[in-house]
């Protein structure tokens, strides 16, 4: 399987947005932000909610269901003690949005 797939093409997701994607069998919450594009996992930890159709505010994301909070960046939660979710690396080749493996 090679590192990074073709996920979606850059026009796809205009800065500000987001898009639920599937790479290495994963739902994955894409979202650009201010023209960088920031890669997590679709599933919130809570009780799964699907993290690509909250609320965007700079690059914390709120889960849609309870508002859990994490960085869009690092998956990480934005506060102390919260849950994170897996973020991936993404690169741009041209046009084509790719999306790699676990962000070490
Ligand atoms: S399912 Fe995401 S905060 Fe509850």
């Known amino acids: ?6 996920v979606c093409r850059t026009s796809d997701v205009p800065p500000g947005e987001r898009r639920l994607v599937e790479a290495h069998d994963k ?3 894409l979202f650009n932000i201010d023209g960088t594009f ?3 996992n679709q599933v ?3 009780r799964g ?5 909250g609320r965007l505010e700079g690059n914390v994301v709120a889960c849609p269901w309870h ?3 994490f960085c869009v960046d690092t998956g990480l939660p934005d506060h102390d003690g919260g849950h994170s979710v897996s973020a991936y690396e993404v690169r741009v080749e041209g046009d084509d949005v790719l999306i790699g493996w676990l962000k070490p």
């Open 67 to 69: 508002g859990w909070t």
């Open 49 to 53: 909610g699907p993290l690509a159709e």
């Open 38 to 40: 920031q890669a997590i």
């Open 27 to 29: 739902p994955i919450a």
């Open 1 to 6: 399987m090679p590192k990074f797939v073709k």
């Open 44 to 46: 919130c930890p809570h």
